[in-house]
């Protein structure tokens, strides 16, 4: 694997599937009385956020945490970053201080790959969601999400909907599932689907309602409010009429398909509260399923070659 | 020994015959003078001094990135005999005070010619129209007026700075961005763009603007230049305009007709430039426009920026690029070597339309007895490897760091005094 976990454009099928793996092992401990292993004993993660997303932040940390890592949050708010203080300056700073990872929130596209890059620090980064372009870990908990839902991905037909444009979470789902074999559609009006997306490894459709009959997933990105002021489109009820899903539109779903979204969700625009809390939705796996994935990507990039979790009985012997 | 007595020996005058060029008292002369310098020129190319229609030399204001010393000097190495330094500087350069100052610090510093362009708008904000007149009857005679870095986008001042500058034989030059079609804009709009999720910047928010700009100038009846146009559609419009006759002139940057948005791939702001770099068709059309006459003039739009103003995210860091030393090999590479334009091609676009479109007395003239003596020698069989710390502009953001490029300035005259020799700048 590299050493930077920044799109999923870079994974190739054996990577994906080795870090899927290993948040499956990484997965169990979660079942025992002690959730924690010894794996980065000793080791610095530098949760940089310079945009606010709790959630993401203490999935990491708790991912950090279950791996025995020191975990130091850096926010943006309240630290010097507000006053002016650079990416660079910041980046020397941690450097400095010896991070061994340093997980980066940046509302700039290209944030963390100009971290990783530049020069500034020698530091593993992980791209936890920069601008409007990628967030790599959503997409791998989305894959492995699915992966526990319908066993393989390989010809599964996965739906993503909403504003595709502004997304993260929808670019790295298209390189990944692309990568791991399913079939992508992506589903939004024309303002936010993104210029030359005919040159995606995808198909799209201007229309939700034929498209659902024959997905094995949907996934449903929130919609910024916003985005209405910038005329992408009407109004939210006109939105919701055409794209939300809701529960007679539910209906239109194969048996076995499934309903995701990566949160938060904004109920009654993209996603009816009947359709949220369905036992078709993986809302909350998706979340449970996080903290694995990220243990996975954590102890990939930082653990080396050992197992990431020894058997019971080497772990008896030391 | 005199200073400006030269005899040039066996030069290629615009890439084609050899002869030798003899400067006197400035000015080209039939005959060696007595007690000349002799230069032997066997190999190189003469070209008129290179004319720049649009440099950005940050002073006032911006001395950390750039000044009028140091970008003439700058300017100088590169070929240049004359720039024309636009007006975004702070202060603005909206009035007789500003660039007075600015032709005045040109004078001080020697290198070549600096002629001020004067801010179409008070302040480039784009309101209401700057004291044009009084620019133009200042001693530093500004003739080229543009609010560079913001488009005149209210057609109706747009109407007005056409009509008005027709009393003195100015020029509007336009930087053409339809405002809101490119908000918060950070690259070219296109394949590139959506995958990186940077905010694009569609070629028909420069080709609107353009398409409105043609068709005023012909109703107005007065001079229109187009700053770095950088699209095909663009050079399409352009070529319509002048089709029908229409007092259009247009320019296109080096890195346009070198690099392509691919690169922004990196995230490395120092391809961060407005316009943005474009598609690979779009380079093979300006390439096409600048051959065919379309596109009258390389203009470098030198714009010199602290290593900090790029050194950081894409979105926060400063547009632009440094063009100086760089635009003849660039020139070069992509139009001589590949057959499209010979040298007296290059003569063309880079001195004498500039020099034609700016008003410029004495530049971009012929290489003949009694013209001023402003002449740049080059070597086109020399190639060097583009090294950021070896220019002579203070700010150090060149696209072409690493590049090989063909041709080297082996020596500048202006107006018969070598600011330029062996390929090194002469301190003044």
Same mark, same amino acid.
């Given at each position: 694997?590299?050493?930077?976990?920044?799109?999923?454009?870079?994974?190739?099928?054996?990577?994906?599937?080795?870090?899927?793996?290993?948040?499956?092992?990484?997965?169990?401990?979660?079942?025992?009385?002690?959730?924690?292993?010894?794996?980065?004993?000793?080791?610095?993660?530098?949760?940089?956020?310079?945009?606010?997303?709790?959630?993401?932040?203490?999935?990491?940390? %708790?991912?950090?945490?279950?791996?025995?890592?020191?975990?130091?949050?850096?926010?943006?708010?309240?630290?010097?970053?507000?006053?002016?203080?650079?990416?660079?300056?910041?980046?020397? %700073?941690?450097?400095?201080?010896?991070?061994?990872?340093?997980?980066? =929130?940046?509302?700039?596209?290209?944030?963390?790959?100009?971290?990783?890059?530049?020069?500034?620090?020698?530091?593993?980064?992980?791209?936890?969601?920069?601008? %409007?372009?990628?967030?790599?870990?959503?997409?791998?908990?989305?894959?492995?999400?699915?992966?526990?839902?319908?066993?393989?991905?390989?010809? =599964?037909?996965?739906?993503?909907?909403?504003?595709?444009?502004?997304?993260?979470?929808?670019?790295?789902?298209?390189?990944?599932?692309?990568?791991?074999?399913?079939?992508?559609?992506?589903?939004?009006?024309?303002?936010?689907?993104?210029?030359?997306?005919?040159?995606?490894?995808?198909?799209?459709?201007?229309?939700?309602?034929?498209?659902?009959?024959?997905?094995?997933?949907?996934?449903?990105?929130?919609?910024?409010?916003?985005?209405?002021?910038?005329?992408?489109?009407?109004?939210?009820?006109?939105?919701?009429?055409?794209?939300?899903?809701?529960?007679?539109?539910?209906?239109?779903?194969?048996?076995?398909?499934?309903?995701?979204?990566?949160?938060?969700?904004?109920?009654?625009?993209?996603?009816?509260?009947?359709?949220?809390?369905?036992?078709?939705?993986?809302?909350?796996?998706?979340?449970?399923?996080?903290?694995?994935?990220?243990?996975?990507?954590?102890?990939?990039?930082?653990?080396?070659?050992?197992?990431?979790?020894?058997?019971?009985?080497?772990?008896?012997?030391? | 020994?005199?200073?400006?007595?030269?005899?040039?020996?066996?030069?290629?005058?615009?890439?084609?015959?050899?002869?030798?060029?003899?400067?006197?008292?400035?000015?080209?002369?039939?005959?060696?003078?007595?007690?000349?310098?002799?230069?032997?020129?066997?190999?190189?190319?003469? @070209?008129?001094?290179?004319?720049? *229609?649009?440099?950005?030399?940050?002073?006032?204001?911006?001395?950390?990135?750039?000044?009028?010393?140091?970008?003439?000097?700058?300017?100088?190495?590169?070929?240049?005999?004359?720039?024309?330094?636009?007006?975004?500087?702070?202060?603005?350069?909206?009035?007789?005070?500003?660039?007075?100052?600015?032709?005045?610090?040109?004078?001080?510093?020697?290198?070549?010619?600096?002629?001020?362009?004067?801010?179409?708008?008070?302040?480039?904000?784009?309101?209401?129209?700057?004291? @044009?007149?009084?620019?133009?009857?200042?001693?530093?005679?500004?003739?080229?007026?543009?609010?560079?870095?913001?488009?005149?986008?209210?057609?109706?001042?747009?109407?007005?700075?056409?009509?008005?500058?027709?009393?003195?034989?100015?020029?509007?030059?336009?930087?053409?961005?339809?405002?809101?079609?490119?908000?918060?804009?950070?690259?070219?709009?296109?394949?590139?763009?959506?995958?990186?999720? !940077?905010?694009?910047?569609?070629?028909?928010?420069?080709?609107?603007?353009?398409?409105?700009?043609?068709?005023?100038?012909?109703?107005?009846?007065?001079?229109? #230049?187009?700053?770095?146009?950088?699209?095909?559609?663009?050079?399409? @419009?352009?070529?319509?305009?002048?089709?029908?006759?229409?007092?259009?002139?247009?320019?296109?940057?080096?890195? #346009?007709?070198?690099?392509?948005?691919?690169?922004?791939?990196?995230?490395?702001?120092?391809?961060?430039?407005?316009?943005?770099?474009?598609?690979?068709?779009?380079?093979?059309?300006?390439?096409?426009?600048?051959?065919?006459?379309?596109?009258?003039?390389?203009?470098?739009?030198?714009?010199?920026?602290?290593?900090?103003?790029?050194?950081?995210?894409?979105?926060?860091?400063?547009?632009?690029?440094?063009? *100086?030393?760089?635009?003849?090999?660039?020139?070069?590479?992509?139009?001589?070597?590949?057959?499209? @334009?010979?040298?007296?091609?290059?003569?063309?676009?880079?001195?004498?339309?500039?020099?034609?479109?700016?008003?410029?007395?004495?530049?971009?003239?012929?290489?003949?007895?009694?013209?001023?003596?402003?002449?740049?020698?080059?070597?086109?069989?020399?190639?060097?490897?583009?090294?950021?710390?070896? !220019? #002579?502009?203070?700010?150090?953001?060149?696209?072409?760091?690493?590049?090989? *490029?063909?041709?080297?300035?082996?020596?500048?005259?202006?107006?018969?005094?070598?600011?330029?020799?062996?390929?090194?700048?002469?301190?003044?």
């Amino acid at each position: 694997m590299k050493r930077h976990l920044l799109s999923t454009a870079d994974l190739s099928a054996d990577d994906a599937t080795l870090i899927l793996d290993t948040a499956a092992e990484l997965a169990r401990i979660a079942d025992r009385p002690i959730k924690k292993l010894p794996t980065l004993r000793g080791r610095t993660v530098v949760n940089l956020f310079f945009e606010d997303s709790t959630r993401t932040r203490i999935s990491f940390e %708790t991912a950090a945490k279950r791996l025995s890592a020191d975990v130091i949050n850096f926010s943006a708010k309240g630290s010097s970053v507000s006053k002016g203080e650079s990416l660079k300056d910041t980046a020397l %700073t941690l450097e400095a201080m010896g991070a061994d990872a340093v997980v980066v =929130r940046h509302w700039a596209s290209g944030g963390a790959y100009r971290l990783a890059h530049a020069g500034w620090i020698r530091s593993a980064v992980v791209n936890a969601g920069d601008g %409007t372009h990628e967030h790599p870990t959503q997409a791998l908990l989305d894959a492995y999400t699915l992966r526990s839902r319908l066993g393989s991905l390989e010809g =599964r037909r996965v739906g993503i909907v909403g504003d595709v444009l502004h997304s993260r979470v929808a670019r790295s789902n298209v390189h990944l599932l692309a990568t791991l074999g399913a079939e992508v559609t992506l589903v939004a009006p024309p303002t936010l689907m993104p210029f030359a997306v005919d040159t995606w490894p995808c198909s799209y459709s201007y229309e939700l309602d034929p498209v659902l009959p024959k997905l094995d997933a949907v996934m449903m990105l929130r919609v910024q409010r916003e985005r209405m002021d910038q005329a992408f489109f009407p109004t939210e009820r006109e939105y919701s009429r055409r794209y939300g899903l809701h529960a007679k539109r539910m209906a239109a779903l194969p048996e076995h398909a499934v309903v995701m979204h990566p949160g938060p969700m904004n109920r009654g625009l993209e996603i009816s509260a009947e359709v949220a809390d369905s036992t078709r939705s993986t809302i909350t796996e998706q979340v449970t399923n996080g903290v694995s994935v990220r243990m996975a990507v954590l102890y990939l990039l930082l653990g080396g070659s050992e197992p990431a979790i020894g058997t019971e009985n080497e772990e008896g012997a030391k | 020994m005199n200073d400006g007595n030269w005899t040039i020996r066996g030069a290629r005058i615009l890439g084609g015959d050899v002869r030798d060029l003899h400067v006197s008292d400035g000015v080209f002369a039939a005959e060696a003078p007595a007690g000349a310098r002799v230069v032997e020129a066997d190999g190189l190319i003469a @070209l008129p001094g290179l004319v720049d *229609l649009h440099t950005h030399l940050r002073e006032p204001g911006r001395e950390d990135a750039e000044t009028v010393a140091t970008g003439s000097r700058a300017a100088a190495a590169g070929g240049y005999t004359a720039v024309h330094a636009m007006a975004n500087t702070d202060p603005v350069a909206d009035t007789a005070g500003v660039v007075e100052q600015v032709w005045r610090l040109g004078r001080e510093a020697g290198y070549c010619d600096v002629q001020p362009v004067g801010a179409v708008t008070v302040g480039i904000a784009g309101e209401r129209l700057a004291e @044009l007149g009084a620019m133009a009857d200042s001693a530093a005679r500004v003739r080229v007026f543009s609010d560079d870095g913001h488009c005149v986008s209210d057609a109706a001042l747009m109407r007005r700075a056409l009509e008005y500058v027709k009393a003195f034989g100015g020029v509007v030059a336009q930087h053409a961005q339809e405002p809101r079609l490119t908000e918060g804009a950070q690259m070219n709009e296109g394949e590139v763009s959506s995958v990186l999720g !940077l905010r694009g910047w569609p070629a028909v928010a420069e080709e609107a603007i353009i398409a409105r700009d043609v068709l005023l100038a012909a109703h107005t009846g007065s001079r229109l #230049h187009v700053c770095h146009l950088s699209t095909a559609g663009s050079v399409e @419009l352009v070529r319509w305009a002048k089709s029908k006759g229409f007092p259009v002139t247009a320019e296109v940057t080096p890195h #346009h007709l070198l690099l392509t948005d691919d690169l922004v791939r990196g995230y490395d702001p120092v391809y961060k430039v407005n316009p943005p770099l474009r598609t690979q068709a779009d380079v093979e059309a300006v390439r096409q426009g600048l051959a065919d006459g379309t596109i009258d003039v390389v203009a470098t739009d030198h714009a010199p920026h602290p290593v900090e103003a790029k050194d950081c995210e894409w979105a926060v860091a400063a547009m632009g690029m440094l063009g *100086l030393e760089t635009a003849l090999s660039v020139v070069q590479h992509t139009m001589v070597d590949t057959g499209l @334009l010979d040298w007296s091609g290059v003569a063309d676009r880079m001195s004498v339309r500039a020099a034609q479109i700016g008003s410029l007395d004495g530049h971009g003239r012929p290489l003949e007895p009694g013209e001023p003596a402003n002449l740049v020698l080059l070597d086109p069989a020399a190639s060097r490897v583009i090294e950021p710390g070896a !220019l #002579h502009s203070r700010s150090r953001n060149t696209p072409f760091a690493g590049l090989k *490029l063909p041709g080297a300035v082996h020596a500048t005259f202006l107006r018969g005094t070598a600011t330029v020799l062996d390929g090194k700048v002469i301190d003044r």
